[in-house]
């Protein structure tokens, strides 16, 4: 027993004087400054551990988020997405535009396209018309040819005008085409600032060798109502009943 006592004092101090040169290796103050290592790295785990990013106008792909660009980087993101709005926003403005003239232009009861549609109907409708022309369903209309090889429509010859007193005047002339002949249509409508509509002054078509042919004459109608209410017609300053 006295035996086993000792042998575990010499284990005791063998420990005690491996601690010692333990301690004499690593002193304390090397302890402390890894302490102060591992205490400064968490105290900055809230802030960004990534440096800042720099980028241009050109080579901003949005994957940097706001926060990691620098302050040129912000101006140059600010200065594209301002960019990219008004490309928007002229798209858009265009776009309004070119439907607001399609439909002006072809879709509009008082488009030109509306006008020479309706002209067309009338032409083929009309008995001394097919007469002269031929089948109502072989008529065709077109406009004037044109010099370019690769123009397939040919243009309708059309102006719109406004005189001093506020009225529109619509002139257009046209071709037409049956089996038996062809013509050229010609109408004049005008629009009087009252008017929401435009209003027929003539409307006529034109055959080689054949008499003009009026669909429409305001002129003609005009001068039928005013020897209506003249009652008759005069000869020599007296009136014939």
Known sequence: ????????????????????????????????TRSHRYATHSSGANEPSF????????????????????????VARTAQQSFNLL?????????????????????SSESKTSHFNRAVDRVKKDPRCIEVLG??????AYGEPTYSRWAKARPIASTVS?????T??????????GP????????????RVDQKEFQYQ???????????????????????????KDGGMKLFGFRLS
Do not use: C
């Open 87 to 107: 490309t928007i926003l002229t798209g858009m403005i265009m776009t309004g535009g070119v439907i607001t003239l399609l439909y002006l232009e072809v879709f």
């Open 202 to 228: 003539y409307l006529a078509l034109d055959v080689k060798n054949y008499p003009r042919i009026y669909l429409e004459n305001a002129d003609a109608v005009a001068r039928g109502n005013a020897s209506k």
């Open 162 to 166: 406004k005189d001093q007193a506020g």
């Open 51 to 74: 440096p800042r990013k720099q980028i241009t106008i050109a080579q901003d792909g949005g994957r940097p988020q706001w926060n990691e660009l620098t302050v040129p980087g912000k």
């Open 180 to 191: 038996k002949n062809k013509g050229v249509v010609s109408l004049q409508m005008t629009k």
């Open 168 to 177: 529109e005047h619509l002139a257009m002339r046209f071709n037409v085409e």
């Open 135 to 140: 089948d109502r369903k072989m008529i065709k």
């Open 1 to 32: 027993m006295n035996l086993t006592i000792s042998q575990a004092r010499r284990h005791l101090n063998a420990s005690s004087n491996l601690l010692r040169r333990q301690w004499s290796i690593y002193p304390a103050h090397s302890f402390k």
